[in-house]
């Protein structure tokens, strides 16, 4: 897929509400597992963070795409997901390469653009370094 091709589709895959963001990858994923939250959106309506997987369950590689760590963010991370999606990358995957696409991880921050969950946690706060969280001490 070229950047023309992109360019065009743009409005296909950009969302103006979590609502939107989730209906768009819901009808490109349709069997992504829901995982509910237990806060609200912004007009009272349930939130949820959908998964879904594609390739061999053995495969010994694993491709994770998250979407909405910090809720904002989740406008171009669900977009991307629909890019990936769209372009049938899925379909394309080796036998060694499995993908699971996470799709508003913070759904609650998605929904009302805020950074944090509904508990004001911040998933990946600035000055976290991986390599001091998985070390072996």
């Not at 609200?40 to 491709?63: I, K, M, W």
């Amino acid at each position: 897929m070229g950047f023309d091709s992109v360019y065009k589709i743009l409005p296909e895959v950009f969302s103006q509400s979590y609502v939107e963001a989730r209906a768009k990858f819901l009808a490109i994923a349709p069997a992504a597992r829901p995982y509910a939250c237990s806060s609200l959106g912004p007009s009272g309506e349930p939130l949820y963070t959908d998964v879904a997987y594609f390739g061999d369950r053995n495969a010994s590689r694993l491709l994770i795409l998250i979407s909405g760590t910090h809720g904002p963010e989740g406008y171009s991370g669900s977009a991307s997901q629909l890019l990936f999606l769209r372009a049938g990358l899925q379909d394309a995957l080796p036998a060694s390469t499995a993908v699971l696409l996470v799709h508003a991880l913070n759904c609650y921050g998605f929904a009302w653009d805020r950074r944090v969950t509904a508990e004001g946690c911040d998933l990946n706060p600035p000055g976290v370094r991986i390599d001091v969280v998985l070390s072996d001490s």
